[in-house]
C-alpha cells in the first residue's frame, strides 16, 4: 500500500515538474493519434457523405458492416498491419515497420469504422426537410452535402472526438507494429505496459494519470458539444 | 404559340405499389396563381414535388417553359433554380436569419452585394428586418414560416410553391401570412402554385382551383366553377355541399325538370334527359327554414322534421328528414327566433336554380 501511495507521490512530482522523458512519450502519443484521426477524418468526411447521400444496393449492409467494425480488436489491425509491412509483407518495401509512420497507418485503419459510422449516423440524423429545402433553393448536390454537414457539425464533431480517443487509448496496435522503442516509437499506452511490468510503477502512474487527463479533456469536450 | 410555363403530361408517382399521383396532366400558366385543394393524405404535396423537380415521376413528362425536364439531371438543377418551394413545415438552418435568406443566392454565387441588398429586400417584404442577426431556430412557427417564404422569394423565383402555407399557425400568423402572400401576388406577378385544404384560402388567394383527390385530378377552374358546378360528387362533398342527392329526371319541361329523389320531386333546371340517373347538388346555406309554409317564388318547398341540429361556429347546421334527407344551416339566432328542437316540423325552401344537376357515374 505505501509503495502505491509513493509511487502516486512520485508520478505527480513527474507530472508537476514536466518531466523531459514523460513529456516526450504524452507528446509522441498525442502527435502520431493526431496524425491518424486527421487523415482518418479526411478519409471519413467525404466518404460518409458519398455513402449516405447516394442510394445503391447493399447499403443498409455496408452501414451494418461499418457498426460492426467499431469494436474491431486492435491486435488483429496489429496482425494485419504487421503482415502487411514486415519486410516479407505485400508493403515490406516502405520499410515503416516498427516507425511511428506504421502506428499511424494502424491506428487509421482501426478507427476508419468508428469514424466513418458516426459520421453517417449524424449526417442521418439530420432533418430530411433540411436536404429538401437545400435542394427546391437551388442547392447542387455538393452544395447540399455542405449544408446537411454544416447541421450536421456537432455530430460530426463527435464522431471525430471519439475517433481520437480510441486511437490515443488503444496499446495492442502500437505494441506489435511500433515495438515500443524507446525516444521513437514509445507512446504513453506502450510505456505503461512496459514499465508496469517492469515493476516501475512510477512513471507508469504518471502516463496513466495524464491519459486520463486527455480522457477527461476529450469527454468534457464531447459533453459541451453535444449539449449545443 | 402560347405555351405554359409548366406543364406535365400523364404523370404518376408511386411509393412502393401505392399509386400517389394517378396521370396527372396539368397546365400552369405564367403569371397565374393555381391552389391545389383536396383532403390530406390526396397526393397535393407530392404533385408539388414533381413539380418543383424534387422528385422524378415514374412516369410521363414535365414541361418547363417549353423545354422537357423529365431526367436530365443538370437541366433539372437550372430549372429548379428558377423556381423555389416553401414546405408545409418549413425548417430553418442552424445559422442567422439573414444567412438563412441568403442561401439560395450565395448557392447561384450572385455578387455579395446583391446578396445583402436582396436579404434586405425580402426581410422588409415579410416585415422581419429586425430580425436580421437573430439565430433563425429561436424564430416561433409565424416567424420561421415568414423566413421561410423570405428565403423563397429572395431569389426572384420566377414559379413559387407553397405547401400548405398556414396550416399548423394559430390564427394571427396564418393571417399575417396571407396578407404578406396576397401582397407578393398582387405586386410581384409571380406564378404561384399552392397546395392547401383550405377552401376559403384557395379562394381567397387563387385565380384557378385544381381539385385533388385520391391522386387523381379531378377538376380545374375557376373558384365560382369548383364552388358551385363540381362535376362529380366528390368534388361536391369537398367544397362543402352538404346535399348531395341521388335521383332520376322523372319529367322535364322546357329546362325545368323533376328530380325523383325518392321520397320528393325536387324541381331544377338541367338538359339532361327524362330517365337520366343524376346527383342533386344542393347548397345547405341556400335552404331556407320557416315555421309556416309561405307563397315564396321559390320551386321547391319541403316540409320535414328535424332530426339533429349541431352547432358550427357561428351557424347552426340542421338535419331535417323530408322524405329524403335535406341539410340546412341558419344563423344562432335564427335558430333562437324559430324555436328550432329536434322533432319540430319546418319547411325548407330553396330555389330551382340553387339545385346543381351532374350526371351519376358511381
Known sequence: MTELWEGLVTAVKLIISLDPEVMQIAGRSLAISATSSAIAALICLPLGAVIHFNRFPGKRTLINIIQTLFSLPTVAVGLFVFVMFSSAGPLGGFGIMFSPAVMVVGQVVLIIPLMLGLIISALSATDKAITDTAVSLGASGFQMSVITFREARFGVLAGLIMGFGRAISEVGLSLMVGGNIRGFTRTITTAISLETSKGDLELALALGMILIFIALVINIGLNRIQQR | ?362
Open chain 2, 1 to 362: 404559340m402560347s405555351m405554359a410555363l409548366i406543364e406535365t403530361v400523364n404523370i404518376t408517382r408511386k411509393y412502393g405499389k401505392q399509386e400517389i399521383i394517378k396521370n396527372i396532366s396539368l397546365k400552369v400558366e405564367q403569371g397565374e396563381v393555381l391552389a391545389l385543394i383536396g383532403p390530406t393524405g390526396a397526393g397535393k404535396t407530392t404533385l408539388l414535388r414533381l413539380l418543383d423537380l424534387l422528385e422524378a415521376p415514374a412516369s410521363g413528362h414535365i414541361y418547363f417553359d417549353g423545354r422537357e425536364v423529365t431526367d436530365n439531371k443538370n437541366r433539372r438543377l437550372q430549372t429548379r433554380r428558377r423556381m423555389s418551394f416553401v414546405l408545409q413545415k418549413p425548417v430553418v438552418f442552424n445559422m442567422s436569419v439573414s444567412d438563412n435568406i441568403a442561401c439560395g443566392l450565395r448557392w447561384r454565387k450572385e455578387k455579395e452585394a446583391t446578396v445583402s441588398q436582396r436579404v434586405n429586400s425580402a426581410l422588409e417584404l415579410v416585415g422581419m428586418t429586425e430580425y436580421s442577426s437573430r439565430n433563425a431556430r429561436t424564430l416561433s412557427g409565424g416567424e420561421t414560416q415568414l423566413v421561410a417564404i423570405a428565403r423563397a422569394l429572395a431569389i426572384a423565383p420566377e414559379v413559387l410553391f407553397l405547401d400548405e402555407p398556414t396550416a399548423n399557425l394559430d390564427p394571427v400568423s396564418a393571417a399575417r401570412i396571407e396578407e404578406v402572400l396576397a401582397h407578393i401576388i398582387g405586386e410581384q406577378k409571380t406564378t404561384v402554385v399552392m397546395a392547401t385544404h383550405d377552401m376559403a384560402q384557395g379562394q381567397r388567394l387563387a385565380g384557378r382551383i385544381g381539385v385533388i383527390i385520391n391522386g387523381e385530378l379531378l377538376q380545374t377552374g375557376s373558384p365560382n366553377d369548383i364552388f358551385s358546378t363540381p362535376q362529380n360528387t366528390r368534388v361536391a362533398e369537398l367544397v362543402g355541399i352538404g346535399n348531395i342527392l341521388g335521383g332520376v329526371i322523372a319529367n322535364r319541361d322546357n329546362e325545368l325538370v323533376g328530380i325523383d329523389v325518392g321520397g320528393g320531386l325536387i324541381q331544377a333546371i338541367s338538359d339532361y334527359h327524362t330517365g337520366a340517373e343524376v346527383h342533386a347538388l344542393i347548397r345547405p346555406e341556400d335552404v331556407t327554414l320557416a315555421l309556416h309554409k309561405d307563397a315564396s317564388s321559390a320551386r321547391n318547398t319541403f316540409e320535414g322534421s328535424i332530426t339533429r341540429i349541431f352547432p358550427v361556429g357561428a351557424l347552426v347546421r340542421i338535419e331535417l328528414d323530408c322524405g329524403f334527407p335535406l341539410l340546412t344551416v341558419v344563423t344562432r339566432q335564427s335558430a333562437q327566433d324559430l324555436k328550432l328542437a329536434v322533432g319540430n316540423r319546418v319547411y325548407a325552401t330553396f330555389k330551382a336554380t340553387a339545385v346543381h344537376v351532374i350526371k351519376r357515374w358511381n
